[in-house]
């Protein structure tokens, strides 16, 4: 159990290491920008109680918000995107629940089941994103490609990620 | 009181949903301002080192670019030596004197970290406090306009640049004078928009648009862009699409300008606009 949570604590710091330096440079054309440090809020065990995710929903927002000036805009998106959570896993729970020995990978419930739940939520945290950095309705339909395209980048990257992390 | 603490157990998660929302949309609104990055000074410090190393590794990647654009400023510069002109006769050189009287001091500085795809774009240079950086300095690329001093730390700075929707300059049109404003849309890094210029004026594509000297320290005469396109917009005014002609995406040097008049014009207007 301790050691889940080193592991946790480590993907934290990894995550925001790698969007800090690597990912915020990716920005072509304008359009694409991947945040795939969100991959830590999809992780997180089942059992997670829910005042402990939405608080770790904010420190993840807030950590990347004071090192890439924009204050607020992160932690909104990432709380959003963690008290959404909960709610999105009961409407796509298998008909028998979840078993605390699983985790929300590919080995435990199919390629489908993660596509579904990463897709939704990575385009919950975008939309967010984008629109409260925007912060007006103006360049609607702009903003919404830019939304649509960083979420398909995002998402192939934690595909990716998962059949990196979680060999078969 | 039992019956409240029930409440609050009940709905802890939205009640804690809507408390950290509220405190990250108070973050946004305080901290997002034009002079307000002040409190991002702190976590400057830290991130500025950082983002230093990674640019430093940055720049091998770019040298070949970079290498191409001193070398043409050098050109340019070198344009201007004392050695590629003739003699003055006595008359103009007492005249010139008062050019040595300064008007713009000019300090190289390093970009550590940089954006173009946000709204809110910042950039962070290697200089700061201990190298005389205050805020509202004008800051200059080899192309041309960059943006303005924002908040300053002891070894980094913050830059507000041209591609910040918080972002306003007065420029005029090169070619007849013709004052206006520049700001950027936020929608793409290549283009901003000159407004206020009235509907008479005749634009054409390619005219020079460049910096007034009324904001902040900018000198006069620095180049903002060229201009791409115009339309007519709210009736009496034009809305021109300006291309910037500082390429925001590779740039690694820049001057920070400061104005050694400065102190005197505010003094002048405080007291006469009393």
Not at chain 2, 72 to 79: C, G, K, M, Q, V
Request: hydrophobic share 45%.
């Amino acid at each position: 159990m301790i050691g889940e949570y080193i592991k946790i604590a480590l993907r934290f710091f990894f995550l925001v290491v790698l969007q800090l330096l690597v990912l915020n440079n990716v920005q072509w054309s304008g359009y694409l920008n991947p945040y795939l440090y969100v991959l830590f809020i999809l992780l997180l065990p089942f059992e997670t109680p829910n005042w402990l995710l939405i608080i770790l929903s904010f420190l993840l927002g807030f950590t990347i918000d004071s090192f890439s000036n924009t204050w607020g805009m992160h932690s909104a998106a990432c709380v959003l995107t963690g008290f959404i959570r909960p709610y999105f896993l009961k409407i796509i729970s298998p008909r028998d629940g979840y078993d605390s020995a699983t985790r929300p990978i590919i080995r435990d419930f199919g390629l489908e089941w993660v596509i579904k739940y990463s897709l939704i939520l990575i385009f919950i945290h975008h939309f967010a994103l984008f629109y409260i950095e925007v912060f007006k309705f103006s360049l609607f339909f702009h903003t919404f490609l830019r939304v649509v395209l960083s979420t398909l980048f995002t998402f192939t990257l934690v595909i990716i990620s998962h059949f990196i992390i979680y060999k078969r | 009181m039992r019956n409240l603490l029930k409440i609050l157990y009940t709905y802890h998660f939205l009640l804690m949903f809507i408390a950290l929302e509220v405190i990250s949309i108070i973050m946004l609104v305080q901290n997002n301002r034009y002079h307000s990055a002040s409190y991002a000074v702190k976590a400057k410090a830290v991130s500025g080192s950082i983002y230093s190393t990674v640019s430093d590794f940055k720049e091998y990647l770019s040298l070949k670019e970079a290498n191409k654009a001193l070398a043409h400023e050098n050109a340019i510069l070198r344009n201007y030596l004392k050695s590629n002109y003739g003699t003055f006769d006595t008359t103009k050189i007492s005249v010139n004197d008062s050019i040595y009287k300064q008007h713009y001091r000019f300090q190289d500085a390093k970009v550590v970290n940089n954006t173009v795809n946000k709204q809110y774009n910042y950039i962070t240079l290697n200089k700061g406090t201990k190298h005389g950086i205050k805020p509202d300095m004008a800051v200059i690329g080899p192309q041309g306009i960059v943006g303005l001093i924002n908040g300053v730390s002891e070894n980094f700075s913050n830059v507000l640049p041209l591609l910040n929707v918080d972002f306003r300059v007065s420029a005029r049109l090169k070619k007849n004078n013709y004052l206006g404003s520049v700001t950027w849309e936020g929608k793409d890094f290549e283009y901003c928009t000159l407004k206020d210029i009235p509907q008479h004026v005749q634009v054409n594509k390619g005219d020079t648009v460049i910096t007034t000297g009324y904001t902040g320290s900018f000198p006069e005469g620095i180049m903002i862009g060229t201009v791409s396109s115009s339309k007519l917009k709210d009736g009496n005014f034009l809305s021109i699409e300006v291309k910037i002609s500082t390429v925001f995406k590779t740039l690694s040097y820049v001057s920070v300008i400061e104005d050694l008049t400065k102190e005197e014009v505010t003094k002048l207007k405080t007291e006469t606009e009393k």
